[in-house]
């Protein structure tokens, strides 16, 4: 075959600043802008738009073009923002480009996340037939490739239990299995292994690496450099928008984390929303134990998450979480409010702070991603490396320790001298 | 997974900016057929978990409708009825009824309430309104089951005329469709159609001889009473299933031009405006 499996000329998306922010969400809103300027409104609608907009526009992907050959693996990489979900989502014929063109030879399948379309209240059996409908599949298929799904998921025992009543990992698990199974000629996946816990992530891992082997054509956006080295032989690095960087993966993803390491930020200012969304972080920030924002911690310091979100109508089971990921996107910790007894539903603002008593970071770069989710894991925001910090090699005191050898964590401890019994022997 | 087998017959997608009208893609609906068929017995399945009286409710929403008015229509208004019993005569109005009020209220909402998956999966966006009018065939099965023992309790039998009963169906099926993708996708751009749908469906209920005989009418204003596809549907209904004197002619002849072209203008404006769901929804 000498036709390329992707090729994309030209490729653009201009969203229309405010098409998203302002769309009419609730009564209270509506009847104050009715009030406000109900002909003005009247007349936009007349005049065909959707609502009053204003005549700004951002490109979330412009003039992009690239050909990628058929079992060829590449990875998309670049900060949030930078229009790689933009471009799946065009690639997926989910949203349509402004500008150019791209041609695509072979049955695509796009995985944007795991687990859409399945519903809480139908049983893990029901959602893997629609989810597997859903991702694309025939009836026939999913039950010939039914036992393998469960397998993988290792649910069998709650395969009649309704959805709503697993863990979020089972959840997880299920829906990353049937995604897993999905055969098609190219696949385009977005981040769907940012989710879960290690053990989970490995083995999507290496479904993945099944993947990436088997002649299929891949395009895979993450932000976890590993797993970008780990799967793709070639990389391109979107920026704002267009291509800064294309070739192979150790290139470009030094290249791409030499620049990141140069941005530190202690705070984070949400801009007015290109496309409108339910909840919107206004702002966040890291703020150092005297209380100072800061963008430099030393070793052992605690430090606090502030946010402020706003949500743009109520938001029933909303939970926020932070996520803590070093310089290689590796996520060290993260925490949510779901389990606490935090309600953040209401419509308006939302202003919060997340106390890290024990910092156990080592020395090196940091990113904080923040995120607001509704049970059990539809995300509803997500802004991803908000804060970028650096943890420097000096102990904030006695209790934390700098190592010459490389240790995973710098755990604050305390000794003591003791006298008397030590513990009892080992029972036999 | 296995690999690709290499002699697969080759399927080329062409991305590009659309403008205008867009063709409606019927084949590319069929090629779907299978996630239509599974979003239909997903909404069927779920529409009444979580309820006390759970599919109950597609029966007891016709009936206390009847009830109500039987009282102040039948007895108190004295509305004539067509020499029909105006309990039953009212009932078999609200049985078609039901499919296309149930379709119309649920499809209306569908395409926001099923916003994750218009931004995160390519589907014919047409299957979603589709499925969950389809799925209001259980509501009217329920409420029709009622109507069949209504009927002998009142000494009417079905007649052969009943064998038109499907094409009446359709009918009200075509019209809650039409009016759904309508709805559906105007709803995406303008979330005041979910507050306006309740009170359009009322409206079209009285304007509906559903609590009275459009024999109230005389020509022409009957046959133009058939462009609301509606009225075709009710009095072709207790034609072939209670002997009234409305079998179809020139009225039901309008209600199905109506009906058509309530559906081909609607799908026509879903396909449209379809191509920035995912962007605004």
């Not at chain 1, 989710?373 to 991803?384: A, C, I, K, N, Q």
């Not at chain 2, 084949?27 to 978990?49: C, G, H, N, P, S």
Request: glycine content about 8%; aromatic content about 10%.
């Amino acid at each position: 075959m000498t036709d390329g499996a992707i090729e994309i000329r030209g490729l653009g998306k201009r969203y229309r600043l405010g098409a998203r922010a302002e769309p009419v969400r609730d009564l209270r809103d509506r009847l104050s802008r009715a009030v406000r300027s109900p002909v003005a409104r009247l007349k936009a609608v007349f005049a065909g738009h959707s609502t009053i907009v204003s005549d700004e526009h951002i490109w979330a992907l412009r003039d992009v073009s690239l050909d990628v050959a058929p079992g060829e693996v590449v990875g998309l990489v670049g900060r949030n923002g930078a229009g790689k979900t933009t471009l799946l989502k065009i690639l997926s014929r989910i949203t349509d480009p402004t500008t150019g063109r791209a041609v695509i030879h072979g049955r695509v399948a796009s995985l944007l996340e795991v687990g859409t379309g399945f519903h809480p209240e139908l049983t893990g059996r029901e959602n893997v037939y629609l989810n597997g409908a859903i991702l694309g599949m025939g009836r026939e298929e999913i039950k010939r490739k039914f036992d393998e799904i469960v397998a993988f998921a290792e649910v069998e025992r709650f395969l009649d239990t309704q959805v709503k009543h697993y863990s979020s990992g089972m959840y997880l698990r299920l829906a990353f299995a049937v995604a897993a199974h999905l055969e098609p000629e190219i696949l385009l996946v977005d981040e769907v292994l940012a989710v879960g816990d290690a053990s989970f992530q490995r083995r999507c891992l290496g479904k993945m690496n099944d993947v990436a082997t088997s002649g299929r054509t891949v395009l895979f956006v993450s932000h976890n450099m590993e797993a970008v080295q780990r799967l793709c032989r070639r990389t391109v690095w979107l920026d704002e928008g267009r291509v800064e960087r294309d070739g192979p993966t150790d290139e470009v993803v030094s290249a791409y984390l030499r620049q990141w390491s140069g941005q530190r930020r202690s705070a984070y200012v949400g801009e007015a929303a290109a496309e409108g969304r339910r909840a919107v972080l206004e702002l966040a920030e890291l703020l150092d134990a005297s209380g100072e924002r800061s963008s430099h911690l030393n070793l052992g310091e605690p430090f606090m998450l502030r946010m402020r979100w706003r949500h743009r109508e109520r938001i029933t089971g909303a939970s926020y979480f932070v996520r803590v990921f070093d310089g290689r996107d590796r996520m060290i910790f993260s925490s949510n409010t779901h389990a606490t007894d935090v309600v953040v539903a209401d419509a308006g603002v939302h202003q919060m702070e997340c106390r890290i008593e024990a910092s156990v970071l080592m020395p090196g770069d940091y990113t904080v991603t923040f995120g607001c989710f509704v049970r059990p894991r539809t995300e509803v925001e997500r802004v991803d490396s908000a804060i970028a910090f650096e943890v420097l090699p000096l102990a904030f005191d006695e209790t934390v320790q700098l190592h010459a050898g490389p240790a995973l964590v710098a755990v604050p401890t305390q000794w003591r001298r003791t006298v008397g019994e030590l513990v009892a022997p080992l029972a036999k | 997974m296995t690999a690709v087998p290499a002699a697969q017959a080759e399927s080329v997608t062409v991305i590009e900016p659309r403008r205008g009208w867009a063709r409606l893609d019927l084949a590319e609906l069929w090629q779907f057929r299978e996630l239509v068929y599974f979003l239909t017995w997903r909404d069927i399945k779920v529409r009444y978990k979580q309820t006390v009286l759970g599919a109950t409710w597609a029966i007891v929403q016709p009936l206390l409708t009847m009830l109500v008015f039987s009282l102040f229509f039948g007895r108190l208004a004295k509305v004539p009825s067509d020499g029909v019993p105006y309990p039953l005569f009212s009932y078999t109005a609200l049985v078609p009824w039901t499919l296309f009020a149930s379709g119309v209220t649920h499809s209306a909402v569908r395409l926001v309430s099923s916003s994750n998956m218009l931004r995160k999966i390519y589907f014919p966006r047409l299957s979603l309104p589709l499925s969950t009018v389809l799925a209001s065939f259980v509501d009217f099965v329920l409420a029709f089951s009622v109507l069949l023992v209504m009927m002998p309790l009142y000494g009417y039998w079905p007649k052969v005329d009943a064998v038109w009963l499907p094409l009446l169906v359709a009918l009200a099926f075509v019209t809650s469709l039409g009016v759904g993708l309508w709805l559906s996708a105007l709803n995406v751009q303008f979330r005041d159609v979910r507050y306006a749908v309740p009170f359009l469906v009322q409206l079209w209920l009285f304007a509906t001889p559903i609590a009275y005989p459009s024999s109230l009418l005389d020509e022409p204003w009957r046959t133009l009473y058939g462009l609301n596809p509606m009225a075709g549907v009710v009095e072709g209904f207790r034609w072939a299933l209670l002997g009234t004197a409305t079998r179809p002619g020139p009225m039901i002849l309008v209600s199905s031009l109506a009906a058509v072209a309530l559906l081909v203008t609607g799908a026509f404006y879903f396909r449209r405006v379809e191509r920035t769901f995912a962007d605004i929804v």
